[in-house]
């Protein structure tokens, strides 16, 4: 039975007997030992932990431990849960530190809570102007953590950091302007002795940009704009003073490569979405991934996977660091399945073009040429009248974090093949305001479409399998050493797959929706899978 099969029998998770908050408020102090950069390193020495937003470095979102695993999966039962005071899309994955669990809420808090019962710690709610300029809802996705101290992006378009211990703020950065449109909602990254962090607001005729910040005084050290100025020659892919208002924000969680010293980011949509007529040319470096130095934000390369978009086709999706073997040939890779439907396998050294496969429905391009650059079909671009075409603008997948088995050599996509008509028109720019020149409609149902968890071979771009879910969740991946794979349906199940065959093993209705990814760790020798459901963050172990 497929998970799109069992949701007709799913009730609300208003119904559902665990559904219970957590415990009452009860402050204290947070006792773990001081997260440093050398563990943050070796992350992946102690799965135990979460210590990063996608685990390790690498961004493989993969874990060691193998307590949960194909045969002792099917004794999970719940543990706790924490219910989130708003209702808004609950997009946290929560950092594991020694016990202690870090949980983003809606719309800008953070909470510290036991992580083997759920009794809180402490809260910091930080406070927000009422005149926000966002596009996607109230969310944050995470924290990072260095030390003692954890660094929260916030929907005003600020950093801030937190003693960890005691919940106290210690520094509040502004970023940017976000009466301009600006604001934050991702985890930042720790890069060495730097906090490494994007900005939203590709809506609303922002200028991308990608930051570090030193974590102690919070002072910036270096900002590496996304689209060029007209002192550089790649401004030239910008007709005018279009890049001005071009967009291009770093508004998901990026990852590094310590060996090659490089950052690794991914940006978003040139402005205005859909109208392409007022900025031609590539319009460089949206949707692209960049590779920066870390130590002073120089661009060593980058690969746009769409050039010129005109459907909101961001590639923000996560760079997943992975060494495989190529053609016969071991290489320093980048595995990014694309929000345009569209999976790449990058050598992460030099950015070169290995090898791209379609992963998802697409109707917009013939394929991809020899270095990676799409060979569009005619007739595809937004219209008046409204062009049909897949994906859709939330794309063949999104935001959501996939994941990389080492042990399979297998990464896994959350996909989606579904179509929309888009629409273009004339829209001037009013700072402040959206700047979209179009919009989209899907013209069925998305019932009538598909989804699947996919595993994708990156040293071929091949498909191994897929696992049909309901259309159209918004659930990360998690891989294990278990052998397992974790993800969620639309209507909020979470389940565990067989990551060789796909296999579904084990499964729970939580109710919905699903706007985050699971995660996993461990306390006293217990293995813990947590997932956020609805405004809930249940976590499951074994045993009674």
Not at 226 to 238: A, E, K, L, R, V
Not at 259 to 277: F, K
Not at 423 to 429: A, H, P, V
Request: net charge negative; hydrophobic share 35%; with cysteine.
């Amino acid at each position: 039975m497929t998970i799109r099969t069992l949701a007709r029998y799913v009730t609300l998770l208003a119904v559902l007997p665990f559904a219970a908050p957590a415990a009452a408020q009860s402050d204290g102090e947070a006792i773990f030992s001081p997260v440093t950069w050398e563990r943050l390193l070796n992350a992946a020495d102690e799965p135990h932990n979460w210590l990063m937003y996608n685990g390790t470095l690498d961004s493989q979102r993969f874990s060691g431990l193998d307590q949960i695993n194909r045969e002792t999966v099917t004794g999970l039962t719940l543990k706790w849960t924490h219910q989130i005071r708003q209702l808004d899309r609950n997009e946290t994955t929560p950092l594991v530190v020694d016990g202690v669990m870090f949980i983003t809420e809606s719309p800008s808090n953070l909470v510290a809570v036991d992580a083997v019962n759920g009794q809180p710690f402490w809260r910091y709610d930080h406070p927000l102007p009422g005149d926000l300029r966002i596009c996607c809802g109230r969310n944050n996705r995470g924290v990072a953590i260095l030390d003692e101290t954890l660094y929260m992006s916030t929907l005003d378009a600020h950093l801030v950091a937190i003693d960890g211990r005691s919940g106290s703020l210690l520094w509040n950065r502004e970023v940017a302007n976000h009466e301009s449109g600006y604001s934050k909602t991702a985890a930042p990254l720790i890069v060495k002795n730097q906090v490494v962090t994007g900005i939203a607001g590709g809506e609303y005729g922002v200028r991308g940009f990608l930051d570090s910040y030193d974590p102690a005084s919070g002072e910036l050290k270096w900002r590496t704009y996304t689209i060029p100025g007209p002192d550089h020659p790649d401004n030239q892919s910008w007709a005018g003073d279009s890049w001005r208002t071009g967009g291009s924000p770093t508004w998901l969680t990026g990852s590094y490569d310590p060996e090659l010293n490089l950052v690794y980011w991914g940006t978003g949509n040139p402005g205005p979405d859909w109208n392409g007529d007022v900025r031609m040319g590539d319009n460089l470096y949206s949707d692209s991934v960049l590779a920066l130095n870390g130590d002073t934000g120089e661009m060593s390369w980058h690969f746009q996977f769409t050039p010129h978009d005109e459907h909101d086709w961001d590639a923000i999706q996560i760079p997943v660091l992975a060494d495989i073997e190529v053609d016969g040939e071991a290489r320093k890779a980048m595995l990014w399945a694309n929000r345009n439907a569209f999976y790449y396998t990058l050598d992460r050294e030099t950015g070169e073009f290995l090898l791209g496969k379609e992963f998802a429905h697409q109707t917009w391009a013939e394929g991809l040429d020899a270095n990676g650059r799409p060979i569009r079909r005619p007739g595809t671009k937004p219209s008046t009248e409204g062009t049909l075409v897949a994906p859709i603008a939330g794309g063949g997948t999104n935001w959501w974090s996939p994941a990389y088995s080492p042990r399979t050599g297998l990464l896994y996509v959350n996909a989606f093949d579904g179509e929309a008509l888009f629409f273009n028109r004339e829209e001037e720019y009013s700072e402040g305001d959206t700047f979209l020149g179009g919009g989209t409609e899907t013209p069925l149902p998305i019932d009538n479409y598909h989804s699947a968890i996919r595993a994708i071979d990156p040293t071929t771009g091949d498909i191994k399998w897929e696992f049909p879910i309901t259309p159209r969740s918004r659930s990360g991946v998690l891989a294990t050493a278990g052998d397992l794979v974790f993800a969620a349906g639309a209507e909020g199940i979470l389940f565990a797959l067989d990551a060789e065959t796909g296999e579904p093993v084990w499964h729970i209705p939580l109710g919905g929706p699903v706007n985050a990814q699971p995660m996993t760790y461990a306390v006293s020798g217990q293995q813990y899978v947590t997932m956020p459901v609805g405004n809930v963050v249940y976590t499951f172990g074994l045993g009674n």
